[in-house]
């Protein structure tokens, strides 16, 4: 009888571990399909949203023209971009606060931007006229504005708006193109 216990026993061990390599074998399969499921979902997520954010959302149809209906022809005709030119309004401005209860003055330098190499000649040549009236504008800020961020931003909106109105007035074509696009502050300092 104990032979037969003892061979009892040793099948019962058999069958639990044909259960238990079973079960495990199950778990090993269950897992590598979870990961290879999941790697794929976020290999298409990433391929999804780092076309997304080209921004080249166009989409071509069959005979080779943008959704928006230009043909690839038409966007290379186009004129070429020129590269932006740049105009140092040497020397600085100081442009004093007419209340100065907490700061006198303020001074800064000014970096003019075109594509045209035409308006870089034209603000040369015409210097004088286009410094009086920036000053005339630089002359009526506040010092409140002038300590925010915002206020900076108006300000070179103004003077580039400025500049432009003037080269007009000084071409007598008051319904010429802009000129000038953008103005920079390289320094500016109020005390």
Do not use: C
């Amino acid at each position: 009888m104990a032979k037969k216990e003892i061979e009892e026993q040793e099948n019962d061990d058999d069958n639990g571990a044909k259960k238990g390599g079973a079960s495990t074998l199950k778990i090993i399969i269950i897992s590598v399909t979870l990961a290879v499921i999941l790697g794929g979902g976020l290999v298409g997520g990433t391929f999804y949203f780092v076309n997304n954010m080209n921004g080249d959302t166009a989409s071509v149809n069959e005979d080779g023209a943008d959704s928006d209906g230009e043909d690839d022809d038409e966007v290379a005709e186009s004129e070429p971009v020129e590269p932006p030119k740049y105009y140092s309004m040497d020397p600085k401005f100081v442009v004093s606060f007419s209340n100065q209860s907490k700061a006198r003055f303020m001074q800064f330098s000014l970096e003019i931007m075109s594509r045209d190499s035409a308006v870089i000649k034209q603000i040369e040549d015409h210097m004088p006229v286009i410094r009086s009236s920036l000053l005339m504008l630089f002359g009526v800020q506040g010092y409140e504005a002038m300590v925010t961020r915002e206020g900076k931003e108006k300000l070179l909106t103004d003077t580039t708006n400025d500049i432009n109105m003037t080269l007009q007035k000084i071409s007598g074509d008051e319904e010429s193109m802009v000129l000038v696009e953008a103005a920079y502050f390289n320094s500016f300092v109020i005390q």
